[in-house]
């Protein structure tokens, strides 16, 4: 259905066979049948090979991939793909990675579905790929290994740490094949982006839902609203409210869930129930992370509950570099805002040591960073700072 939303969107599919010959699969032709769901024309994409596929495992996947003529970014993401659904199936089978081995999907028509998937970001040079959160549907599918719940155990795997939610459809609505692209390309899951949107593709897939078109839908454009100094991702914000444990604990706290994957936590004074006063707890992650700080907050503190939600941010772009003091190196994060000017701000973990280590005021050594940067950045220098006085 990836592949056809791509097809319909203008993607040739003797160009996609033509790429795809490079991976020495055989005799392989790609079909793309004009069909339509609901009344809505889409694409249903068949891949037909002269002879029946070998049975792979993940390393052979991977020696033809790496073997083949790709260009290293489509190879790139199409191992990347690979390498989930082989981390999957690998915890759910409790066998070594390069052991697994692949029953659909390390047939010739789920690699064409993957490396095309590739081909087809490449082929219209996409910047970054956002994605609606995952339906998984219900009920029971047939597999090599037999008949297995919906989601498929490899599935499930697949999509931890991204939005899902049931649906009330009776059947796969994300295979393992799909679930590993979607999990590699997208960069957020929400709401559509601000977008000036340029085309829009629907792919078909093979069964008729009661419930609606059974149609992939993807759009292609270009981004509004923001300049291109700003990052843009999507991050989930994890709360909670605690009043009754000793506060002793919220520093430790704050460390964990750093460790953890955290990648900002705020305490907030609250007034709770019956006027006691309590501590709110927010933690911003990625969503991959959002199960390990959950099970932190959970373990960590005496919360009973825990609640959290996908929020879009936007960031400046950051990058850090070393200047040259009078105490010797220190890292600086430079930040960039909107309008092009630079920004500067020390370390603190670096300034705290270099000041224990050199027994001097913690101001005296942000003042040193301070001095540099203007001096030496002010010129085009990052190497010059005037003694101090000790």
């Given at each position: ?8 969107l203008?993607?040739s599919?003797?160009?996609l066979v033509?790429?795809i ?9 790609i079909v793309?049948?004009?069909v339509k769901?609901s009344?809505?024309?889409?694409k249903?994409?068949?891949v037909?090979?002269?002879e029946?596929?070998?049975a792979?495992?993940?390393?052979d996947?991977?020696?033809i991939?790496?073997?083949g003529?790709l260009?290293?970014?489509?190879k ?5 793909v ?6 999957a199936?690998?915890?759910i089978?409790?066998c070594e990675k390069?052991?697994v081995?692949?029953?659909e999907?390390?047939a ?9 998937a590739?081909l087809?970001?490449?082929y ?9 959160p ?6 029971f599918?047939?597999?090599a ?7 498929a155990p490899?599935?499930l795997e697949i999509?931890?740490?991204?939005p899902v ?8 609505l994300v295979?393992?094949?799909g679930?590993g692209?979607?999990?590699s390309l997208s960069q957020g899951?929400g709401?559509i982006p ?8 629907y792919?078909?897939?093979s ?5 609606g078109?059974?149609?992939?839908r993807v759009?292609?454009?270009k981004k509004?609203?923001q300049?291109?100094?700003l990052g843009?991702?999507?991050?989930y914000m994890v709360?909670t409210?605690i009043d009754?444990?000793?506060?002793e604990?919220?520093?430790?706290l704050?460390e964990?869930?750093f460790q953890?994957g955290a990648?900002d936590?705020?305490?907030?004074p609250v007034?709770?129930k019956k ?7 927010e933690?911003l ?6 199960a390990?700080?959950?099970k932190c ?7 009973i509950?825990?609640?959290?939600h996908l929020?879009?941010?936007h960031?400046?772009?950051?990058s850090?570099l ?8 220190i890292?600086?994060k430079c930040?960039?805002d909107?309008d ?5 701000a020390?370390e603190?973990?670096?300034c ?5 280590e ?7 050594v ?7 940067v203007h001096?030496g950045?002010?010129?085009?220098k990052?190497?010059r700072c ?5």
């Amino acid at each position: 259905m990836v592949l056809g939303a791509f097809v319909d969107l203008g993607v040739s599919t003797h160009w996609l066979v033509e790429k795809i010959r490079g991976l020495s699969l055989g005799d392989v032709e790609i079909v793309a049948q004009d069909v339509k769901k609901s009344g809505i024309g889409a694409k249903r994409i068949i891949v037909l090979e002269k002879e029946a596929s070998p049975a792979r495992n993940y390393r052979d996947i991977v020696n033809i991939l790496e073997n083949g003529s790709l260009c290293d970014k489509v190879k790139n993401v199409a191992v990347d793909v690979f390498s989930r659904i082989a981390d999957a199936e690998a915890r759910i089978h409790r066998c070594e990675k390069d052991d697994v081995h692949f029953h659909e999907v390390g047939a010739v028509d789920s690699i064409v579905d993957i490396v095309g998937a590739a081909l087809c970001l490449d082929y219209f040079n996409i910047e970054s790929v956002s994605s609606s959160p995952l339906p998984l549907g219900s009920g029971f599918v047939d597999c090599a290994h037999g008949k297995l719940p919906v989601p498929a155990p490899a599935t499930l795997e697949i999509v931890k740490g991204l939005p899902v939610y049931g649906g009330t459809s009776d059947g796969e609505l994300v295979t393992p094949t799909g679930a590993g692209i979607i999990a590699s390309l997208s960069q957020g899951f929400g709401p559509i982006p601000d977008m000036e949107i340029e085309r829009v593709g629907y792919g078909s897939g093979s069964r008729e839902r009661r419930d609606g078109p059974n149609l992939l839908r993807v759009f292609v454009g270009k981004k509004i609203g923001q300049t291109t100094e700003l990052g843009n991702d999507d991050v989930y914000m994890v709360e909670t409210n605690i009043d009754d444990m000793n506060p002793e604990i919220l520093g430790y706290l704050m460390e964990k869930l750093f460790q953890d994957g955290a990648l900002d936590v705020c305490f907030a004074p609250v007034m709770m129930k019956k006027n006691r006063p309590g501590t709110k707890v927010e933690v911003l992650c990625p969503p991959e992370k959002q199960a390990d700080i959950t099970k932190c907050l959970f373990t960590e503190t005496s919360t009973i509950g825990v609640r959290y939600h996908l929020v879009h941010r936007h960031t400046l772009k950051r990058s850090m570099l070393a200047v040259a003091t009078c105490f010797g190196e220190i890292q600086v994060k430079c930040t960039t805002d909107p309008d092009g000017r630079k920004r500067y701000a020390p370390e603190y973990e670096a300034c705290k040591k270099i000041a224990l280590e050199n027994n001097v005021p913690l101001k005296i050594v942000y003042d040193a960073v301070a001095n540099t940067v203007h001096d030496g950045f002010s010129h085009g220098k990052t190497d010059r700072c005037d003694k101090l006085d000790s």
